[in-house]
């Protein structure tokens, strides 16, 4: 069983800073397709950026330049950093693998 958790959600002020993380327990990052994803209230679940098995990027135009996803291979970690926050980042973001599986989400609140 594949179950990604994400970590690291949390209330900040606009302008700071936020890590997230995502672990997956039953399987391996590396040389997968892994993504992260945000819904906020009243909204669709959009796409915040993916990566490739091949290490190749896309990311949203909202938050290029801002944020960056980067993978821990050693210990098994995908992790998003989220600079220069915006209060319209606020949602509750997910992590994405494999094209099929789906975190929980952890809440992210950016206060203005």
């Known amino acids: 069983q594949v179950q990604p958790v994400e970590l690291g959600g949390g209330l900040v002020q606009a302008g700071g800073s936020l890590r997230l993380s995502c672990a997956a327990s039953?399987?391996?990052?590396?040389?997968?397709?892994v993504g992260w994803y945000r819904q906020a209230p009243g909204k669709q679940r959009e796409l915040v950026v993916f990566?490739?098995?091949?290490?190749?990027?896309n990311y949203a135009d909202s938050v290029k330049g801002r944020f960056t996803i980067s993978q821990d291979s050693a210990r098994n970690i995908v992790y998003l950093q989220m600079n220069s926050l915006k209060p319209e980042d606020t949602a509750v973001y997910y992590c994405?693998?494999?094209?099929?599986?789906w975190g929980q989400g952890t809440q992210v609140t950016v206060s203005s």
């Open positions: 994405h693998f494999k094209y099929v599986y």
């Open positions: 039953g399987s391996t990052f590396k040389g997968n397709a």
């Open positions: 990566m490739r098995s091949n290490g190749n990027t």
